[in-house]
Nanobody, 120 residues
Framework: QVQLVESGGGLAQPGGSLRLSCAAS????????MAWYRRAPEKERELVAT???????NYADSVKGRFTISRDNRKNTVYLQMNSLKPEDTAVYYC??????????????WGKGTLVTVSS
């Protein structure tokens, strides 16, 4: 009943920008920490950025100073603003969130991913 849907992926040039969005939908009681992960070709999944319900953020060293994670609790949405993109940022980006559905126990949900390709 609850799902996460990512959007905003696509093709960007090196040095360009993209903004990813992930909206949680369904009968939701509360949304806790949210995060962005990514998996590059032939690499393991890595954590890109996290944001707590209170707004505290953490970033992977590889994206510090370039990416910004934020959230809009009114919309149950998390964003990832990606600036100064590099070819090595090419990956499928996945949204993750801890969500308590209405009248149910808290669960970890994953989006299905959105592809970001950085190439000239």
């Amino acid at each position: 009943q609850v799902q996460l849907v990512e959007s905003g992926g696509g093709l960007a040039q090196p040095g360009g920008s993209l903004r990813l969005s992930c909206a949680a939908s369904g009968t939701i009681s509360s949304v806790g920490a949210m995060a962005w992960y990514r998996r590059a070709p032939e690499k393991e999944r890595e954590l890109v950025a996290t944001i707590t319900a209170a707004g505290s953020t953490n970033y992977a060293d590889s994206v510090k100073g370039r990416f910004t994670i934020s959230r809009d609790n009114r919309k149950n949405t998390v964003y990832l603003q990606m600036n100064s993109l590099k070819p090595e940022d090419t990956a499928v980006y996945y949204c993750n969130a801890n969500i308590r559905p209405f009248n149910w126990n808290i669960e970890t949900f994953w989006g299905k991913g959105t592809l970001v390709t950085v190439s000239s």
